[in-house]
């Protein structure tokens, strides 16, 4: 890179036009943005309090268009624009502001004036298909075999946005340097911003969802190219990350660490050669500027209903048209929040009228009939110790962010700083599928439970990383439905459910995990208690924890009653019903065997680790006797040659000079010597 930044500015003053012919779709601006950092315009304000508060600036987002010249003169290389196009009012919103010195970011009096799902109007279906690491380094040296296989696999993906799209006609592309960029026509969503123009709710709802599935359907386009055309996944690797607000590299941007520009691929015949920055020339110019008036003229807007019936199928195949798909989905949508608002209201009533009753008999209990307990202590945890310890392969790799950047341990990250953790919020997120989620979402994608950051974590998975989460040493009640509560798939448990009798006797203390055997019941296999009384210990324990089991404690007399079990516990029971009794003993005496071995093993250890303590105690103790005695010997040996010197001495002194002196000789010799240890 030998690029100065005088042969800089002069570059972007002749590339003015291409910027701005790309700088809206109808009346709709997008931001641009200097060298990935120059979100902001900012000003001085007169606003007393905020500037009492510490905020003497306010800012806003950047137009590409009436900000360009303010962006072009803090340019230091590269220019970057946002892929989505937003309502003008989306740009006049100041915010009260300052910039940290020292952290080198800008820090809001309140929220960053970043547009959000609502502000959005053209939208384009956008992917970053990335070169390979490996042959990044050889761009602009690519042999033919490679050069040739790029451009085979750049036109495939260019074939499914056509697809998704209707036509190739609405499919753009651009040389990106280290890999390309296809797009969609963003006009495609007009109809879509028109049509719910005055329902913000459902414009958002719809916009977030759109940029959802085109992800995902793009990750979908991924296998089937790579399916379709050998070696493809070799040469190329996108990164389908399109939000609301992407930045990329628009047409003659100059490449952060490759001395050549941004340039446009025809999408009719691919070709990919890299334009080094000394070539750009008038004509080239002019190819980007009508690039760049194709990707933004509006004159595709029919595709919408491509759009809709590729990504929503299944609800376009029972409607009439884009237009009753997206409101039957938003309606659908807005059904079941407030159905799951419903039951989490009917849920908290039901969790207070239950504490009421127990009046604080759950208190510091590791179990609880409420689920809420268990969201609750998961949500509390501290995400950053999860994304620290757990789920980085570094953490903090960023420290000018204002949040905390890491490298995700679950996927390959090139910068390592895709991945992102809101303190604030306790949320992650990763910037590579745009999702992210909670602590629990967080530990599933550290353990292996979920494999993307985009995947859903419910159901079972869900419950499997709250344990994970307590395997870490996190305090998270054990979640028991008692006698009474609401099954999921309706109606109330008769009794507490045979795998809650379990957890339960996990939970407190009664029966190890592993100590449960596998039974034959009437349905099947199942996992049992190891005896009757370990068994009953349990009911006991439920009870003194408050919640009510419903069960019958069992007598090695008698197999267990199923006649009151529901379908689920029908063959979930403490044995089976042709068990004797002196089985069910042998197996509970087994079972004390074995923890009573467990403990003796542990004793055992201990006191092997305290003998040898004392061992060790006891050489040392020798050690220091021997010492002792031979210094002792030693300065005994000193204070008697000492006392006959001074007694010799103390006799002619006493003669000549003071005869009167009678104090001993040792008292004479310790006024002049002073004796150590």
């Not at 502001?97 to 053209?122: I, M, N």
């Not at 941007?253 to 001395?259: C, Q, R």
């Not at 995947?455 to 307590?470: F, I, M, N, P, S």
Request: with cysteine; aromatic share 8%; hydrophobic share 35%.
């Amino acid at each position: 890179m030998t690029l100065s930044e005088s042969a800089i500015r002069e570059y972007y003053r002749r590339a003015k036009p291409v910027y701005e012919a790309l700088a809206t779709v109808k009346d709709y601006p997008t931001i641009g943005l200097n060298d990935f950092v120059g979100w902001y315009i900012k000003r001085d304000h007169d606003d007393v309090e905020a500037i009492k508060a510490g905020y003497p600036q306010r800012g806003r987002v950047a137009r590409l268009d009436r900000d360009y010249d303010e962006i072009h003169d803090r340019l230091e290389r590269t220019l970057y624009a946002v892929t989505t196009y937003k309502t003008p009012s989306a740009f006049q919103q100041w915010e009260p502001c300052r910039y940290d010195e020292s952290e080198e970011t800008t820090v809001w009096q309140d929220e960053p004036p970043t547009p959000g799902y609502a502000d959005l109007r053209a939208v384009p279906a956008w992917g970053d298909i990335d070169l390979a690491d490996d042959i990044k380094p050889q761009r602009g040296d690519l042999d033919a075999e490679a050069q040739g296989l790029v451009e085979r696999t750049l036109d495939a993906y260019i074939d499914e946005y056509a697809t998704l799209y209707g036509t190739r006609e609405a499919v753009y592309a651009l040389d990106s340097v280290g890999g390309a960029y296809v797009f969609g026509a963003p006009e495609a969503t007009l109809p879509i911003a028109d049509h719910f123009s005055n329902d913000p709710d459902a414009l958002e709802r719809v916009f977030d969802e759109f940029l959802d599935r085109s992800n995902a359907w793009l990750q979908e386009a991924e296998a089937r190219v790579n399916e379709r055309i050998d070696g493809a996944g070799d040469v190329i690797q996108p990164d389908w990350v399109n939000n609301k607000n992407r930045q990329y590299k628009p047409p003659l941007s100059v490449h952060a660490d490759h001395d050549a520009v941004v340039t446009p691929i025809a999408t009719d015949d691919v070709r990919y050669e890299l334009r080094p920055f000394e070539t750009v020339d008038d004509v080239l110019i002019e190819q980007a500027v009508s690039w760049a008036n194709d990707l933004t003229r509006v004159e595709h807007t029919d595709c919408v209903d491509s759009l809709v019936a590729t990504l929503w199928p299944d609800l376009y195949e029972d409607h009439d048209g884009w237009r009753a798909t997206l409101e039957a989905w938003v309606e659908a949508e807005r059904e079941q929040e407030r159905e799951r608002e419903r039951q989490r209201e009917a849920a908290l009533q039901r969790r207070e009228e239950r504490l009421a009753e127990l009046d604080g008999t759950l208190e510091g209990r590791p179990i609880t009939p409420f689920k809420e307990d268990v969201y609750e202590a998961v949500e509390n945890i501290d995400i950053t110790e999860i994304a620290r310890h757990y789920a980085s392969d570094a953490y903090d790799t960023d420290p000018n962010q204002p949040r905390p950047q890491f490298d995700p341990c679950w996927r390959h990250s090139e910068s390592g700083q895709s991945c992102f953790v809101d303190e604030q919020a306790n949320i992650f997120g990763d910037s590579k599928v745009n999702a992210g989620g909670g602590p629990a979402k967080l530990m599933a994608l550290a353990t292996g439970i979920l494999s993307d950051a985009d995947a859903d974590l419910d159901g079972e998975d869900y419950w499997t990383a709250v344990d994970e989460l307590r395997s870490a040493g996190y305090d998270i009640p054990v979640w028991v439905p008692e006698a009474g509560s609401d099954r999921v798939d309706g109606g109330t448990y008769d009794q507490m459910p045979f795998w809650a009798v379990r957890k339960a006797a996990v939970a407190l203390e009664i029966c190890p995990e592993d100590a449960f055997v596998d039974r034959e019941g009437k349905d099947g296999s199942y996992e049992g208690f190891p005896g009757y009384e370990t068994y009953n210990e349990t009911l006991e324990a439920i009870e003194d924890a408050g919640l009510r089991h419903g069960r019958d404690p069992i007598s090695p007399e008698e197999g267990p009653d199923t006649e009151d079990q529901n379908e689920e516990d029908a063959s979930s029971d403490t044995a089976s019903a042709d068990s004797p009794a002196s089985q069910l003993d042998q197996a509970h005496l087994r079972e004390k065997n074995r923890l009573l071995s467990a403990k003796v093993d542990q004793l055992e250890a201990e006191l092997d680790e305290k003998t040898d303590r004392i061992d060790a105690l006891e050489a040392e103790l020798e050690r220091l006797q021997r010492e002792l005695e031979t210094v002792r010997s030693e300065r005994n040996h000193l204070e008697s040659a000492l006392e006959d010197d001074v007694l010799n001495q103390d006799s002619e002194q006493q003669t000549e000079e003071d005869p009167a002196d009678d104090r001993s000789p040792l008292d004479r010799a310790r006024e002049l010597v002073s004796f150590d240890q």
